[in-house]
Nanobody, 123 residues
Framework: QVQLVESGGGLVQAGGSLRLSCAAS????????MGWFRQAPGKEREFVAK????????YYADSVKGRFTISRDNAKNTVYLQMISLKTEDTAVYYC????????????????WGQGTQVTVSS
């Protein structure tokens, strides 16, 4: 089994920054795609960013492109989401996810999910 644990969420002012972490355990992820989704109250869970573990190739939703950066630390089996220039619209629960043979922005194609971490951006 695989466990994904997010951390780093919190309350920040608009324009501020946060770094989310996702610690993976249970197996190695050298051939996996890692991703972040988010879900605001009353809304569908939406794609934010993804990373191919082995090569570090990244892809972002248009809404966060240029503001968010996904990265990984291979030695720690940890994926990060660096969030800058935060907007109130970024307020959501952020979920770390992982999978093999994923479709980039399709949440059902990812195999494993963390419990989520709350990000609240105040105006």
């Amino acid at each position: 089994q695989v466990q994904l644990v997010e951390s780093g969420g919190g309350l920040v002012q608009a324009g501020g920054s946060l770094r989310l972490s996702c610690a993976a355990s249970g197996r190695t992820f050298s051939s996996y795609t890692m991703g972040w989704f988010r879900q605001a109250p009353g809304k569908e869970r939406e794609f934010v960013a993804k990373l191919n573990w082995s090569g570090g190739n990244t892809y972002y939703a248009d809404s966060v492109k240029g503001r968010f950066t996904i990265s990984r630390d291979n030695a720690k089996n940890t994926v990060y989401l660096q969030m800058i220039s935060l907007k109130t619209e970024d307020t959501a629960v952020y979920y770390c996810t992982a999978g093999d043979r994923v479709v980039v922005a399709v949440k059902g194609s990812y195999n494993y999910w963390g419990q989520g971490t709350q990000v609240t951006v105040s105006s």
